[in-house]
């Protein structure tokens, strides 16, 4: 999975943004609404144009068209097709590469399993929950078995308990998957349990990089920074 | 449920051809002004058995299939190559906007003088009565698919040529059909319309023969053929766009 690098990004909203992006780290993004959030996340899977220079692993990956960039990219209002089902909402992907139907199908059935939504595979995005709604969506976003995840303030209309439930799955998600995960939110709350790191964008501009650094007896899915948590003890807990 | 609903439609039929036939029957206006329904209805017979109405019925249909079909497709082309590439809407949405307004029939006298009063001058009408409705609604329908809907297909690994089919063209079935269902019954009014003045086949030829020898029951039975064929093109592209979108609508 790579590790995003964007360089001196200039666009209608950016004025020379320089930022890391960790191999398979979860970055939470939070700040004020129009500071830039998901213009990042648009910049990094190519749905705007900048003046700079993104890489994925060290390769550009600017003249890389969105649909190559193997990005799985779950937007604020979901985005789900409404003229198909839930199984050819996830299948989508795949069937647009050219995969078998067989193949398709079991990924398919795969997902539903993994998203516990086996029983929607039938039914249109309308007649589906917001829950439900996002269940498939991300299910779709991971079919094309993305190296990077995005996720646009994917929790926002949901309610409290369902929100707390793919909050968590999400995360396990990722760490099982081991997928580079960016995810958009206003919550603080949500920025603290999920991200591994935590950025404040203002005005296009980074003002706030907070790293939490699980050591020891926790998950270490944050290795490379470990370096910097020299002073820290077992189990610490530590921002920057 | 459903018998009960066509008996729910039929039964103002019915009491309009009662009231129609007591109407006539008292002779307030003569019989050759204001014929009865009966009359009209065995003249429907008389004209369908010697074939003078099934003949004219298929002029006028191949016209307005031939017409519509064409006129409907250039339509749906024109229409998603302007929804899509804004630049060459920005260079032919101002012809089209010149163009649309003039009335179909308005161009009768010039493609008269062009191609002609022959078999083509209806079809080409009915391509124009259709092109430029159907190519409006089309470019909507385009327009109207949201963009996070196609950035979605775009992350999902599809390119524009596959995007275009899968997503963008399904998605404006609804608007294209709009245009498609009001132009079927338009076709017919205006290749009547064009056989009324031009063309000496089929049921616009008909009705202005009849006018000629006063002939109210036949004309009586002409418009009801035209009305019966409008309603019929209508509902079934009603019948085709439910069954694409009844699903996800």
Same mark, same amino acid.
């Given at each position: ?15 020379d ?51 190559e ?81 995005l996720?646009d ?9 369902? $929100? ?16 580079t ?38 998950n ?21 | ?5 066509i ?11 009662l ?8 002779h ?16 429907f017979?008389?004209l ?18 031939v ?5 409907s ?22 012809i ?27 079809i ?17 329908g ?34 294209i ?5 009001l ?10 319309a ?7 086949t ?12 006063l002939?109210?029951d036949?004309?009586?039975? $002409?418009?009801m ?25």
């Amino acid at each position: 999975m790579p590790d995003i690098e964007l360089k001196n990004i200039r666009n209608y909203v950016f004025n020379d943004l320089n930022m890391e992006i960790f191999d398979k780290e979860l970055l939470v993004v939070t700040g004020p609404n129009g500071a830039g959030k998901s213009t990042l996340l648009a910049t990094i899977a190519g749905l705007v144009n900048y003046d700079g220079t993104v890489l994925f692993d060290g390769v550009t990956v600017d003249r890389i068209p969105t649909n190559e960039r193997k990005i799985g990219y779950l937007f604020q209002n979901l985005a789900l097709f409404p003229h198909l089902n839930v199984a050819s909402n996830i299948g989508y992907g795949m069937a647009v590469k050219g995969d078998g139907k067989t193949e398709i199908a079991q990924n398919v059935d795969e997902l539903l399993r993994l998203m516990r939504i086996e029983h929607l595979r039938d039914r249109y995005p309308k007649n589906l929950s917001g829950g439900e709604r996002q269940r498939v969506a991300l299910a779709r976003a991971l079919a094309v078995s993305p190296e990077v995840l995005l996720l646009d303030e994917p929790f926002n209309s949901m309610d409290n308990g369902t $929100c707390q439930c793919m909050r968590k799955e999400i995360a396990k998600i990722q760490k099982d998957l081991g997928i580079t995960m960016v995810l958009v939110t206003h919550n603080p709350e949500e920025a603290e349990e999920m991200g591994d790191r935590i950025i404040t964008i203002a005005g296009g501009k980074i003002r706030e990089t907070e790293t939490q650094c699980f050591c020891s007896s926790q998950n270490v899915h944050n290795t490379h920074n470990m370096q910097n948590c020299a002073g820290c003890t077992i189990d610490c807990y530590c921002k920057r | 449920m459903r018998l009960r609903n066509i008996l729910d439609g039929c039964i103002p039929i019915i009491v309009f051809a009662l009231i129609w036939e007591f109407i006539a029957r008292i002779h307030i206006v003569p019989e050759y002004i204001f014929p009865s329904f009966s009359a009209v209805m065995r003249e429907f017979y008389h004209l369908t058995v010697s074939g003078v109405l099934l003949d004219n019925l298929a002029s006028s249909l191949f016209r307005v299939l031939v017409g519509f079909f064409l006129g409907s497709l250039a339509g749906i082309m024109m229409g998603t190559v302007m929804g899509c590439k804004e630049i060459i809407n920005r260079s032919f949405h101002p012809i089209a906007s010149l163009l649309y307004p003039v009335p179909t029939l308005g161009w009768a006298p010039l493609l008269m003088i062009w191609i002609g009063i022959n078999e083509m001058l209806p079809i080409v009408l009915i391509f124009l009565c259709s092109f430029f409705p159907v190519l409006y609604n089309t470019i909507t329908g385009i327009r109207s698919v949201g963009s996070d809907v196609i950035n979605a297909a775009r992350t999902l690994g599809a390119s524009d040529p596959k995007i275009l089919t899968t997503v963008i063209l399904p998605l404006a079935v609804p608007n294209i059909f709009t245009g498609l269902r009001l132009e079927a019954g338009m076709a017919w009014r205006v290749v009547i319309a064009a056989e009324m003045v031009a063309i000496p086949t089929g049921i616009g030829a008909l009705l202005i023969r009849s006018e000629s020898l006063l002939r109210v029951d036949v004309i009586i039975v $002409c418009l009801m053929v035209l009305s019966v064929m409008c309603l019929a093109f209508e509902r079934v592209f009603q019948y085709i766009e439910t069954r694409l979108t009844k699903e996800w609508r």
